[in-house]
């Protein structure tokens, strides 16, 4: 179908109408029009999206009419129209409790972990979240998931998975099941090939959720991270690598990893980023993804704070040297990470760091989606993308709390919300 649209006026559709009707608008051609327009670039005037099929095949600004035929949803003036946020690390399999572990560890339910997986995609869906990575699983349970929302896309966000994450013996997130060290790496690699993953996850350092890890402590040395990453490159997988401490962090520049998850600069329990490590990451092709995003910040913690105040410094220093930078929020593994906290990273994060407010927008959208590979269909308003956008009311470029004001989701063209 042409995207080639002639002048023609047509009454806005009554937004409570009712889903008949808006099962009418997802069956063929409607639009979406909007007072401004973040394009996953830069702000525009008044706006109208063209959407056939769940994709977008026009975008018109300024006064513009859609044929007759064309059902308009007109959000008014005053809303803020957007590409749906993604998440670049995110953990569907916990539930963002005190104890988020224990339904994926011992002899869990498999049937009844799903149910609540899908009420949590949803919930995300419905935050505006419409791209996530999902890095660690048990059972390779988000492969299930990312299945039944490619064919239902209202009922969950685009997804990313790794799998169980890679770690060592009794490493950090063992009880998922990704032991694998030595000759056993390969194979492990092979496997979440032969299964359809998206990425490879690794964790090169220890972490916080589990008993007996550090933090600063290599899991991996230098030559088995360059294995894996040579194993997963001839397979045409990236490679995630968590790593918290310095060393790790620098091992996995060294071997060429794709992502660097957390990238905490860790050392003697404080942030410790040097000038030249911080050159030799912005002079990589690495992506790093920054851990931020907090429903709340932790309360009678005054040294994790200062930590937090350290690590924005730290990349802001990044931000600085033009490092590819990403937001993944950890979403699920505690309760001031919900699944749904991304919003929260543009306000208290990126700002924070130095991110222009255009910029802070496009690191959760269009920098985003190129970093994992989507570029050419998510993360931006553009003819030939996947139609996931999201509105709210208010301009999120002058106050970024508005980002939580949601007003309408769309999955593939189809409103969620």
């Given amino acids: 179908m042409s995207a080639t649209v002639r002048p023609n006026h047509v009454s806005a559709i009554d ?22 327009m973040f394009d996953g670039t830069r702000q525009h005037g008044p706006s109208t999206v063209l959407i056939h099929e769940g994709r977008i095949i026009g975008v018109e600004t300024g006064r513009f009419e859609p044929p007759h035929d064309v059902p308009v949803l007109d959000f008014g003036a005053d809303a803020f129209l957007m590409p749906g946020l993604i998440d670049a690390h995110t953990h569907l399999v916990f539930d963002a409790s005190a104890t988020s572990t224990a339904a994926v560890t011992g002899d869990y339910d498999r049937p009844a972990l799903l149910d609540r997986m899908r009420a949590t995609a949803a919930s995300v869906l419905r935050a505006g979240i419409t791209t996530v990575r999902d890095l660690g699983d048990r059972d390779y349970v988000t492969l299930q998931l990312r299945a039944e929302f490619a064919e239902r896309p209202e009922r ?53 959720m589990t008993q007996g890890s550090s933090l600063e402590q290599n899991q991996y040395s230098a030559a088995e991270l360059a294995t894996a990453v040579e194993t997963a ?38 942030v410790v980023a040097d000038a030249d490590l911080l050159d030799a990451i912005a002079a990589a ?33 990044l931000a600085r040297r033009d490092a590819r930078v990403v937001v993944g929020t950890d979403g699920g593994v505690s309760p001031i990470k919900p699944h749904n906290v991304l919003p929260y990273a543009v306000a208290d994060d990126l700002r924070q760091i130095g991110f222009t407010p255009e910029q802070a927008l496009a690191v959760v959208t269009s920098r985003a989606a190129d970093a994992l590979g989507l570029g050419w269909n998510k993360g931006r308003i553009s003819e030939g993308a996947d139609a996931d956008l999201l509105v709210v009311s208010g301009s999120p470029l002058a106050d970024p709390a508005r980002l939580r004001d949601v007003r309408a989701v769309f999955r593939s063209g189809i409103r969620v919300r």
């Fill in 156 to 208: 969950g966000p685009h997804l990313l998975t790794a799998g169980p994450p890679l770690t060592t013996h009794g490493g950090h997130c063992y009880f998922l099941g990704g032991e694998a060290t030595g000759d056993d790496l390969a194979g492990a690699i092979r496997e979440r090939y032969e299964r359809g993953c998206d990425v490879v996850k690794i964790m090169a350092s220890g972490g916080q």
């Fill in 233 to 270: 490159h001839r397979l045409g997988m990236p490679v995630a690598a968590h790593a918290h401490g310095v060393q790790s962090i620098r091992n996995a520049v060294v071997t060429g990893v794709d992502f660097i998850e957390h990238c905490s600069f860790l050392r003697d329990g404080k």
């Fill in 285 to 317: 092709p690495t992506v790093v993804s920054g851990t931020f995003g907090f429903s709340r910040l932790p309360e009678g913690k005054p040294g994790l704070l200062a930590l937090l105040d350290d690590m924005r410094a730290a990349f802001a220093e």
């Fill in 15 to 36: 937004l409570d109408a009712g889903p008949g009707l808006m099962e009418a608008t997802i069956s063929g051609t409607n639009a979406v029009r909007a007072g401004v």
